[in-house]
């Protein structure tokens, strides 16, 4: 009886791949690990940004308690100058750390804000409003946080003058 050897019989043999398939799926893994990269730090970045933002929530809202503790025992309410006045209104007694390595400021309104320029609130709202500054002015854009937009200020809701966000005839809903 003969035995059939394919490999010396003149048959093709596909024992493997060929070097530019293999080539092939290494590029096409390669896009699509650079893909998967450019994403998760997209969402790492988010996620830094949204924690900071929860911060200087608290440290907002620490003020609040600190202006309101001051104005019973003293009759005249201040807000705190430094976060080691706030530490008693604070989880755990400390004042929060930004995870992208800023340092808070306390402001002399009680506001808060970072000393990383991407975790400013201010800058979030976005969109075009046309006014005239009186609170009359239409425009769509972003809503931001409590009312701050692009230097104006006002209560949550309302866009004063040329605020950005859904803006009209002075007030949004944010």
């Known amino acids: 009886m003969k035995s059939r050897n394919y490999i010396w019989s003149g048959l093709p043999s596909q024992h493997g791949f060929t070097l530019v398939e293999l080539i092939i799926v290494i590029v096409i893994i390669g896009i699509l690990a650079l ?4 994403k998760y730090l997209d969402l790492s970045a988010n996620a830094e940004r949204a ?3 929860a911060n ?3 440290l907002e809202t620490a003020q609040t308690i600190f202006y309101t ?3 019973i025992t003293s009759g005249t309410g201040r807000y705190a100058s430094s976060l080691e006045e706030l530490a008693p209104n604070l989880r755990e007694q400390k004042a929060p750390v ?6 808070y400021q306390l402001l002399s ?3 808060a804000e970072c000393t ?9 709202a976005n969109g075009n409003g046309n006014g005239n500054g009186n609170g009359n002015g239409n425009g769509n854009g972003n809503n931001g946080d409590n009312g701050n937009h692009f230097g104006q200020t006002g209560n949550k809701g309302n866009h004063y003058g040329n605020g950005n966000g859904n803006g009209n ?3 949004g809903n944010n």
């Open 35 to 38: 893909s998967a990269q450019a």
């Open 116 to 124: 990383v320029a991407e975790h400013s609130r201010t800058l979030q």
């Open 56 to 58: 200087q929530m608290a």
């Open 51 to 53: 924690a900071c933002f």
């Open 69 to 71: 503790n001051t104005m």
């Open 109 to 111: 309104n009680g506001k």
């Open 169 to 171: 005839n002075g007030t």
């Open 98 to 103: 930004c995870p992208g390595g800023g340092e």
